[in-house]
């Protein structure tokens, strides 16, 4: 298994940057597009691993209230493109807990910086002439284990379980 531990998008703001991204193909825009059920926040990447229970065992001792994220700007690592998320105290907490209680329980993963994005398109290629952001939003209320199956050659993201909030 190849697991990541995100937060799905609503079908709202997933169908409103599928519209972005459908622009940006008419605009002549080339490359890997995310399909738009694929499209979420990665709060920890996991990557190869046996089995999903010692990540399940600390993801059930995550605990947080509801709270609204919003879309904001567009951003690249390299080549590839990406959508923002407004600076949110209580995500990057989330974040931070998820990646606590994954350290505690002795799961490895990706250490790199937190930085809330939506990736849109891998090995981008062409100019836009305007990459516009939608005005989105969407409350959190619960995390996703997700596993990332390669073997058709494009990801196929299968969810392996999921934890809510407190409320």
Same mark, same amino acid.
């Given at each position: 298994?190849? =697991?990541?531990?995100?937060?799905? =998008?609503? @079908?709202?703001?997933? *169908?409103?940057?599928?519209?972005?991204?459908?622009? &940006?193909?008419? $605009? @002549?825009?080339?490359?890997?597009?995310?399909?738009?059920?694929?499209?979420?926040?990665?709060?920890?990447?996991? !990557?190869?691993? @046996?089995?999903?229970?010692?990540?399940?065992?600390?993801?059930?001792?995550?605990?947080?209230?509801?709270?609204?994220?919003?879309?904001?700007?567009?951003?690249?690592?390299? $080549?590839?493109?990406?959508?923002?998320?407004?600076?949110?105290?209580?995500?990057?907490?989330?974040?931070?807990?998820?990646?606590?209680?994954?350290?505690?329980? !002795?799961?490895?993963?990706? *250490? +790199? $910086?937190?930085?809330?994005?939506?990736?849109? %398109?891998? *090995?981008? +290629? !062409?100019? &836009?002439?305007?990459?516009?952001?939608? $005005?989105?939003? &969407?409350?959190?209320?619960?995390?996703?284990? &997700?596993?990332?199956?390669?073997?058709?050659?494009?990801? =196929?993201?299968?969810? %392996?379980?999921?934890? @809510?909030?407190?409320?």
């Amino acid at each position: 298994m190849r =697991l990541f531990i995100a937060i799905m =998008l609503t @079908g709202q703001c997933r *169908r409103a940057l599928a519209d972005t991204l459908e622009q &940006m193909k008419q $605009d @002549g825009i080339t490359g890997r597009f995310v399909p738009e059920e694929n499209l979420h926040i990665t709060l920890a990447f996991i !990557g190869k691993t @046996g089995s999903p229970e010692p990540v399940i065992n600390a993801l059930r001792r995550i605990s947080f209230h509801p709270f609204e994220i919003r879309l904001n700007g567009t951003g690249m690592f390299g $080549d590839t493109l990406w959508a923002g998320v407004k600076e949110n105290d209580k995500l990057t907490a989330l974040a931070e807990q998820v990646r606590q209680e994954l350290s505690a329980s !002795g799961v490895s993963y990706d *250490r +790199k $910086d937190f930085v809330p994005h939506i990736t849109l %398109v891998r *090995r981008m +290629k !062409g100019s &836009m002439k305007e990459c516009y952001v939608p $005005d989105c939003h &969407m409350t959190v209320s619960r995390i996703s284990l &997700m596993n990332s199956d390669l073997s058709s050659g494009n990801p =196929l993201y299968l969810e %392996v379980s999921s934890f @809510g909030n407190v409320d």
